[in-house]
């Protein structure tokens, strides 16, 4: 069986071989990668729907929570939220850092990449400290700012902290969210996975949208103090990855599992989800929908 977080190839290698072939994730490219594929050229278009064609030949995807429309996949299971377990306490991982418990924590977490910011000790209120996630050796913090440890297991690092600022992605959102941790993120401009995630957050009061200009020229405190009012509420099991690995233990097993067998009018209108809208660029013409995509839709008016 061959397993993965949405590679398009692995879904047509697995089929031309003859094994299962099963995706994980809550995008697939195809979504991703319109509109970069759309300002290219008419001449690019194949190439979405060659990815969209290879993950026609999965057997079926685990879709998470926050899910972007997938209408490629012709079976789906939906699981749990998927999180990092919890290995250490609040007061451990304070103890840990030399941080006192009156001590407001803010983690600085853009997927442990580093950060183009310029930190500057204003940034904070009083009486805040900022973990960082992904700073440079080399780099020089202000007294109320603290590197973290580049193999920092950050799941910890977040439930032990009053809020973070980051941006919109699936591992930071389940966390956060799982943990009840106030999210303030930043808007990344075309990419269509974004949406999906923002409404979750804001479904569950879990986070609040700061605009890079603010995030860039340090105005955090009103952010701050709006997160410290949230109270995240999401109360839905978190035990996805243990129900995604039976799922998958079943399969290589050789058992047969109950999933939504999706018709072709279903996976047509799971082109869009209520409430939901994808990215696209002003003044962007729209694209015909490969004949498999359309038939259906075209029938039930979906």
């Known amino acids: 069986m061959q397993i ?48 969209a064609e290879d993950y ?26 998927v999180v990092r377990r919890l290995y250490k306490s609040k007061k451990e991982v304070r103890e840990e850092l030399g941080i ?10 853009f997927g442990g990449q580093p950060s183009e910011l310029k930190l ?9 400290l900022c973990l960082v996630c992904g700073a440079s050796d080399t780099q020089d913090l202000p007294v109320n700012f603290k590197k973290l440890p580049k193999n920092v297991y950050t799941p910890d690092i977040i439930a032990a902290s009053d809020c973070m600022i980051g941006k919109l992605g699936y591992g930071s959102v389940s966390e956060a969210l799982a943990y009840k941790c106030p999210f303030v993120f930043v808007h990344r401009e075309n990419f269509n996975e974004e949406p999906f995630l923002r409404k979750m957050v804001e479904n569950y009061q879990g986070g609040i949208e700061m605009s890079r200009n603010d995030l860039f020229s340090g105005h ?8 410290m009012s949230l109270k995240p509420s999401y109360v839905e099991s978190i035990n996805g990855g243990e129900v995604a690995a039976q799922i998958l233990q079943e399969i290589a097993l050789g058992k047969t599992h109950a999933w939504d ?16 809208q994808l990215q696209r660029a002003i003044g ?6 490969p004949e498999w995509y359309a038939k259906a839709g075209n029938q039930f008016g979906c």
């Open 100 to 109: 006192a418990d009156n001590v407001k924590l803010v983690i600085l977490n």
């Open 220 to 227: 955090w405190k009103p952010y701050l103090e709006q997160a």
């Open 4 to 51: 993965s977080d949405v590679v398009s190839t692995a879904c047509r290698v697995a089929a031309d071989v003859g094994i299962p072939s099963v995706c994980v994730a809550n995008f697939s490219w195809d979504i991703i990668y319109l509109d970069y594929v759309l300002a290219a050229g008419p001449d690019s278009r194949s190439i979405v729907w060659q990815i």
């Open 261 to 276: 067998k999706r018709s072709e009018a279903k996976r047509s209108c799971d082109a869009t989800v209520p409430e939901y």
């Open 120 to 128: 500057k000790e204003e940034f904070l209120p009083s009486g805040w």
């Open 284 to 289: 962007q013409e729209e694209i015909s929908i």
């Open 56 to 81: 026609s030949s999965c057997n079926f995807l685990i879709r998470l929570p926050g899910y972007c429309p997938m209408p490629a996949f012709r079976n789906v299971i939906d699981v749990p939220l």
